[in-house]
């Protein structure tokens, strides 16, 4: 073990004795004997319908809409969500059928201006069933700076078991003819049905599964996808032992569009995050009625656990739904970058150091090699004389965006190269702390009953299409992504049939043996499964006139098509003989029109699920523009 590594989980061990985690509802030192698993059985908010209107306030009528107790950024609890804004006074009735074991959830909250203000009226918000009051709780933010909240409420439905019954909820001032402390709203209503699952030991002969994935990786800067100089060579000694897929495709070239797609196992015209509106407004909420694989895991009595550093991979877009126990990292304004794998790895080897008798499902989401390029400093190559110091500082976000939209000139090569180098000592600093994640797992016993799969969400642009970064184009360099599995019962190997990100949920759900929702369009890669073209859309691509459109491809081991649907164009490339996607073949080739009519076949089938209504989340876009998405 070399110094490093080894001065590494020592540090990791001694936290593990340290200091707690923000966790979801519990320390994880002390997980009862079960898991409490919820199943959305009616979600009342997901879209709002006016005929649940019985009374309100014509002056301020009851509307779909977003918002936020409090301005502080990253917290869950009191940031901006997709709620039902009910003025008082206004009641809704919503008529369900409760099963055994239901419970009413939601939140309550309270937006206002977040002054001091003693004399301002609260919000009473009232619930009933069946004319039974239920719940009663005020709130009032400007009197109390505690209530500028989200209050997640639970109530037991238990004495309405299997029973039609109206759900009533009601907002009124609590003093009359006094200004308001502020809007109240109703946000996540649903009636779940609670069961409880015995969690599973750990267990050589059902493994848990961890799964690793690094923001924007691609696949060809690794040394065992053919990369040299390696940068990567503990991961390259880690696939050695184990199954590595030559040809992995994200179904999108931005973050949370791909990621949902491998927590739902659906493309993203189906799971809908990520989607735009007609208002241009973007969905920023998975739908709860949409299982996840850490809800399947979960419902199988498997202990699951997340840490994120990416904020759009969060409670925030509900991606965080099924695990358990979850840990978000966002921006770190003091040090300007996002944070390292170290602290990533330091707050899951903590978990495990308490919880490594259970058998777990967990993820591990890294922002190396994300820009900022900014890789450790005994990693960082001297910057060469003569370039622009933000490109010596790796800030490439805003040349990015002048090269992309069309109004910048290219980078001399001597940046650009400068620039390949800062991705590659990014990866190199993530891959030194695999190391110390690697050693932290034998350190409790669990390398011996955990499969590990590295993978990524999307890749990186260098100007192979003219553009830097992600996102905004469907190329190769953007969707060809790393997939390695290794662990007990994963025979090592090289596989060279295509695989997509939504072939992981059947995949993983088969090695966890818990059931995956039918029909999903995914196959399992351990198996024997039959040829399909991949669908990769993004919805920042770039118009040939510059401006913002939806774009999707269909990508075959031979072929790849890119459409852009609102001006109907097509690119066609020949992946054998034309792997840079250089040479358009469309209305050239002979196998052009067949593909534009399977993915036209697929865009039709693709169902779109409900989109809650209302504005997008002002939130949303602060993250968005942090990872670099709009202006």
Not at 371 to 377: Q, V
Not at 434 to 454: F, H, K, P, Q, R
Request: hydrophobic letters at 40%.
């Amino acid at each position: 073990m070399s110094t490093r590594r080894r001065a590494g989980l020592v540090g990791l061990l001694a936290a593990a004795l340290g200091a707690g985690i923000y966790l979801r509802e519990r320390d994880p030192d002390r997980l009862p004997a079960q898991i409490r698993v919820e199943e959305v059985v009616a979600d009342l908010s997901a879209t709002f319908d006016r005929e649940a209107v019985v009374v309100e306030d014509p002056s301020r009528p009851v509307a779909a809409g977003r918002l936020q107790p409090s301005s502080h950024y990253g917290d869950p609890t009191s940031g901006f969500r997709g709620a039902i804004v009910a003025p008082p006074s206004a009641r809704l009735r919503f008529r369900v059928r409760v099963p055994p074991g239901a419970s009413l959830r939601f939140s309550a909250g309270v937006q206002g201006p977040e002054e001091r203000d003693r004399d301002a009226a609260g919000i009473r918000f009232g619930a009933s069933v069946g004319g039974r009051r239920i719940f009663s709780r005020t709130i009032n933010p400007a009197a109390n700076r505690h209530d500028r909240r989200w209050f997640d409420e639970r109530v037991d439905l238990g004495a309405f078991a299997d029973r039609d019954v109206e759900i009533e909820l009601a907002t009124e001032a609590d003093r009359p003819a006094v200004r308001l402390a502020g809007t109240p709203g109703w946000s996540h209503v649903r009636v779940v049905r609670e069961v409880w699952r015995d969690r599973q030991p750990a267990s050589t002969t059902r493994p848990s599964v961890l799964m690793l994935l690094i923001d924007t990786l691609r696949a060809d800067r690794l040394g065992c996808y053919g990369a040299a100089p390696s940068p990567s060579p503990t991961l390259d000694r880690l696939a050695a032992g184990g199954r590595i897929f030559e040809y992995t495709v994200a179904q999108s070239s931005w973050t949370m569009q791909s990621v949902a797609s491998l927590f739902t196992g659906l493309p993203p015209r189906s799971h809908g995050l990520g989607s735009t509106a007609s208002d241009g407004s973007i969905s920023d909420y998975l739908p709860d009625t949409l299982r996840t694989l850490a809800w399947e895991a979960a419902d199988g009595g498997i202990t699951t656990v997340g840490v994120s550093a990416n904020p759009l991979i969060s409670r925030a877009t509900n991606l965080a739904q099924g695990f358990e126990t979850f840990v978000e990292f966002g921006w770190d304004r003091a040090r300007e970058n996002w944070h390292p794998a170290s602290e990533v790895n330091e707050t899951f080897l903590r978990w495990l150091g308490r919880n490594h008798g259970r058998r777990f499902f967990a993820y591990l989401h890294y922002m190396e090699p994300h820009d900022p390029y900014t890789p450790a400093p005994g990693f960082r190559p001297p910057p060469p004389p003569g370039i622009r110091p933000a490109i010596a500082a790796g800030k490439v976000e805003s040349i990015a965006h002048e090269i992309n939209w069309q109004r910048g000139a290219r980078l001399p090569p001597v940046e650009l190269e400068y620039l390949r180098a800062l991705y590659d000592a990014e990866i190199r600093s993530w891959d030194a702390d695999l190391g110390v994640l690697l050693d932290g797992l034998a350190a409790v016993g669990a390398n011996e009953s955990t499969v590990i799969v590295v993978t990524a969400d999307h890749g990186e642009e260098f100007l192979e299409h003219g553009c830097l970064k992600h996102r905004v184009h469907l190329y190769d360099e953007s969707v060809h992504v790393p997939l390695v599995l290794v662990g007990p019962g994963i025979g090592p190997g090289r596989v060279r049939e295509q695989a997509q990100g939504i072939d992981l949920f059947p995949t993983l759900a088969a090695l966890l043996g818990v059931a995956a929702p039918p029909d999903l369009p995914g196959q399992g890669l351990l198996a024997a499964r039959e040829p399909r073209p991949a669908i990769s859309e993004t919805v920042f691509g770039v118009a040939p006139d510059g401006t913002a459109t939806r774009l999707v491809s269909l990508r075959t081991p031979a072929w790849k098509l890119i459409h852009a649907p609102a001006f109907e164009r097509y690119e066609l490339y020949d992946l054998a003989r034309d792997p840079g996607e250089r040479e358009n073949r469309f209305g050239v080739a002979p196998e052009g029109p067949a593909l534009a009519r399977a993915l036209a076949e697929w865009d039709s089938r693709a169902a779109l699920p409900p989109r809650p209504s209302g504005p997008s989340d002002p939130a949303l876009g602060e993250k968005l523009r942090a990872l670099g998405y709009v202006d």
